[in-house]
């Protein structure tokens, strides 16, 4: 057996000496052919004529045809085409989602960790642009973005119904990172892996500009100034963020802390123009320099820095635009909130992480009620952070949630506890998050940590609840944030996508199995686990602790909506949610429902009181939200959508019929399939999603999920529009068809039946309508919401939901 080992790592050292001789050789001979790795300077002062532009010729085609792949954290080998820099930058073999980190990552965040190019190659990037000999052979030949349109070219995607076998679309796949001197080697072992990967290509006159682009130099303009305008309305905000008192400064925290991650629109700008907020060594009319940590509450590590706002110069794609509008009413909704209360800040907190991560220590000064209305008031893009934000990428992040549930909030005007600063000051102990300590990998000493910490705060939330309501009277109606009469964040709903998420405004969709109601602290501690205290370069520990943690915040907002229920039921009800779960954690389950033992104000009539609260919730809270889910909770065979055209009603009425199937018939049902009804009039197209909801017995563990698989209890939510940045399908369906179309669809059963389906309606990554189709979607987007839309990303596209499940790349 030594031997053997002995052999084999003398095997394994003599590849990596083969391996780094090749290299060595193929390097040297680029020198030689090419010139020496330089420094380049691509920045021209114009565009001369007859040359082309990156921002008017190639931009555009890298948003339609690239960016749908490349961008954000997830872009294969980090190569982010959002924007000239990040194609400078380069390419990186790390990956930034790693679920096998046992020590941090150094960040790799386009525009906040590196400068320069230089700072990036430091950084192990490689990369794709020709740095050797500025000439038009070598621009090309020492170019990957050329080579691979050139692969794409010789070897076309095929036009066959069926993906060849040899792409690997998975969310997972082992990452090529190719570079130049390697490329001979990566088109001999992947002919048909040219780009766009997996689908279709160019057409010619897409590939020339693209090609006489890189053939002149990659050459590239400076971008234009700000505008008048936004630099008036960007000053405004800068004072007011940098205001020298105690009390503003701690508020400019509390309120950046909650909006570094936001794309931030001004009203009055143009809507595809946006901001971020950031931390800046320098003052408001010097040139922004980003202080770049890991999160927004660790040491700035200047005595002295500034809240500045940052245009935003990439591409807007879907799976991270979280839009948060900024406005003379939002200033004046700061100034209540925050600074017409006579209260006192006399010493502003410390960046300690013991107590900079937990935000009820932070911010005891700030009154509690103004810190709940303020996430309230904006309550869909809290929730949108950790849905969009980087921890929800990938099914282990994403399993703590079921794939779909409502989301209601406690009343700021009735819910005590949210609005009492002393009492949150002193449970903060208990409310202590992951980011707080050392990451580690002991399950059971981080869940027994948790458990132990949520049932003292119960216990104490419990206590203070019973002296308030000595009578027992327990929650009502009037329990429930109403919007105020106006907000529409009152009500949200969430989609779980497997390994992405969406949330919405208004109850969209069947009654599902669950449902939370949010008080301030709880959704204050989602916010500082899932967003502010996550570090997607973090540790495997990191995440661990994370989603453990996420599990108590889970159990909690569940709870909160049990109190709501009938005290008889409640036991009952909480059964069904957690079938099966393991004796350590059962244990917990099967304890007193802490803090539930009071009644409830709310008669209940039917023997449905699940469905019964939210039919209450939302007859309620109806003249806010204002949104009747005329699709799938349609209380008569011919109620419609008044605001509806004749055509739209048609369809309506057709496709609100497919959510009829469900359970096993379904399971071949993609994720997130968008529909496109044609009408003959192409501005009167119409947009539909369909969301496939996979029920499970219980969300208590991160592995295993297709072994607690519901499948019988599987639904379909048919909505208006867009839902899900991912999409996994395309169908289209002229409106003279769309009655045969529902027939068929609702004849599915097997792969089969959904193949013949989709081989009728469905768009394949194959078809060579694909991009026409996919170009349809994001403009009716932009179009329907030009503010809130971004880019569809293509990387899920026709990728069957579940690894369990026999798959075919459609």
Known sequence: ???????????????????????????????????????????????????????????????????????????????????????????????????????????????????????????EFHPVLNERDQTPQANLENCVPNMMLQLKKAHPLPETELLPDTFDISLDRKQICTTAEDFSEYSKKYPLWGMPYALPGLTDKEHKIIVDWLRQGAAITARPQISNQAQQIINRWEEFFNDSSLKQQLVS???????????????????????????????????????????????????????????????IVAKDHTVYHLNRQKMDRYQQLFLQDDYDVKELPSYDPKTAANP??????????????????????????????????????LDVINDHFFVAFFDPDKDAISNDTAFLARVSDFLKLPSERESTINTMSIW???????????????????????DNRGDDISHIWDGDGHNDNALLTVFRHFDSASVVKGFVGETPKTGWVIDFPLLERIHYLLVAGFNVFGTVGHQLETRLYMDFLRMEGENNFLSFLPKDKRKEIRAKWYKGARAEFKNYLENPLRGLDRSTAIVYTTDDPEKEFFEKIHAYVDPAVNASDYLNRCPEENCVDK???????????????????????????????????????????????????????????????????????????????????????????????????????????????????????????TSTNFWEEADWHNQKYVKDQPVEAGLFDMYRFNRIAEKSDSQFKW
Not at 381 to 393: A, D, E, Q, T
Request: glycine share 6%; hydrophobic share 35%; with cysteine.
């Open 360 to 397: 009820f220590k932070t911010f005891a000064d700030l009154p509690a009620g103004s810190r709940y209305r303020f996430l309230l008031d904006n309550a869909q893009f809290i929730v949108m952070g950790f849905i969009k934000g980087p921890v929800c990428r990938g099914q282990i992040a």
């Open 253 to 315: 925290r509390y309120i950046y802390e909650h909006l570094f991650i936001a794309q931030i629109h001004f009203d009055n700008l143009p809507p595809r123009e946006f901001y971020r907020l950031v931390r800046s060594e320098t003052p408001p009319g010097e040139p922004v320099v980003e202080i770049n940590t890991a999160r927004p509450y660790d040491d700035p590590g200047v005595e002295k820095f500034y809240y500045r706002f940052r245009k935003i110069e990439t591409t």
């Open 448 to 470: 027994y940590d948790y458990y132990r910490k949520q049932k003292k705060y119960l216990e104490a939330k419990g206590q203070y609840l019973d002296e308030l309501d000595p």
């Open 643 to 765: 605001n509806a055209g004749p055509l739209e009603r048609r369809a309506d009425f057709s496709l609100r019929k497919m959510t009829q199937i469900r359970g096993p018939e379904i399971q071949v049902v993609q994720d997130v399939t968008f529909i496109h009804v044609v009408t003959g009039n192409k501005d009167d197209d119409l947009a539909y999603t369909v969301i496939r909801n996979k029920a499970l017995s219980n969300n208590s563990f991160m592995f295993g999920e297709e072994r607690r698989r519901i499948v019988d209890d599987d639904t379909l939510t048919l909505v208006k529009g867009y839902v899900g940045s991912y999409p996994n399908a395309f169908v289209r369906v002229h409106i003279e068809q769309i009655e045969d179309f529902v027939v068929s669809f609702l004849k599915i059963r097997d792969q089969l039946s959904y193949y013949n389906f989709a081989r009728e309606y469905g768009i394949r990554r």
């Open 1 to 123: 057996m030594k031997k053997i080992r002995f052999y084999l790592i003398l095997a394994l050292v003599i590849l990596a000496g083969c391996s780094a001789y090749r290299a060595k050789q193929r390097t040297a001979e680029f020198n030689n052919k090419y010139g020496p790795v330089r420094t380049v300077d691509r920045r021209v002062d114009f565009t001369a004529p007859g040359t082309v532009s990156f921002y008017d010729d190639v931009q555009p085609i890298l948003e339609r045809r690239c960016d749908v792949c490349h961008s954000c954290y997830d872009a294969p080998c980090q190569l982010q085409l959002t924007s000239f820099e990040g194609l400078e930058r380069g390419g990186s073999k790390k990956l930034v989602y790693d679920g096998a980190r046992l020590k941090p990552a150094e960040p790799t965040r386009l525009f906040i960790d590196a400068d320069s190019v230089q700072e990036w190659r430091r950084m």
